[in-house]
């Protein structure tokens, strides 16, 4: 995994497999009321290795599309990545953009692969980050 310092970091592992979540440490100076749009996307794992979590092959596949989704939203001022949650059979990418349209449009614009990604997106109007706080205050012990 590449470098994971400006996250948080939590691991549990139960009997139905090993679940991780990373949280982005955002500065005190993020602007929430910039990007009220929270996409949720989600990636179901096609194969899984015994403790539920993704072969080799598709553990590539999901570091070079969360690459690529970085570039396309993040380097391009359209929102930011928040959370990924990697639980027994898929990961799941929390964005949240500035517009509903300007989130598509670089979703769309970023490079495919022969075969479509196996992703649903699921969409909320979040502007308090509500979401995202809640997690960040159980990852932080209620700060």
């Not at 929270?38 to 990636?43: G, H, P, S, T």
């Not at 092959?57 to 396309?72: D, K, N, P, T």
């Not at 692969?113 to 909320?124: G, K, N, T």
Request: aromatic letters at 10%; glycine letters at 8%.
């Amino acid at each position: 995994m590449e470098d994971q310092s400006g996250w948080l970091i939590a691991r549990r592992e139960t009997e139905d497999g090993l679940s991780l979540i990373r949280l982005k440490e955002l500065q005190d100076t993020f602007d929430a009321l910039a990007v009220p749009e929270r996409f949720n996307i989600i990636w179901e794992f096609r194969g899984v290795t015994s403790a539920n979590t993704p072969t080799p092959a598709e553990f590539e596949a999901l570091g070079s599309f969360e690459e690529r989704l970085v570039a396309a939203v993040e380097e391009t001022g359209q929102g930011t990545l928040c959370i990924v949650f990697t639980e027994p059979g898929y990961r799941e990418y929390v964005i949240h953009a500035c517009s509903a349209d300007s989130f598509l449009n670089a979703l769309n614009s970023m490079p495919q692969e022969r075969e479509p990604y196996p992703i649903e997106i699921r969409h909320e109007h979040d502007p308090g980050l509500e979401l995202y706080t809640s997690h960040a205050r159980g990852l932080r012990g209620g700060r």
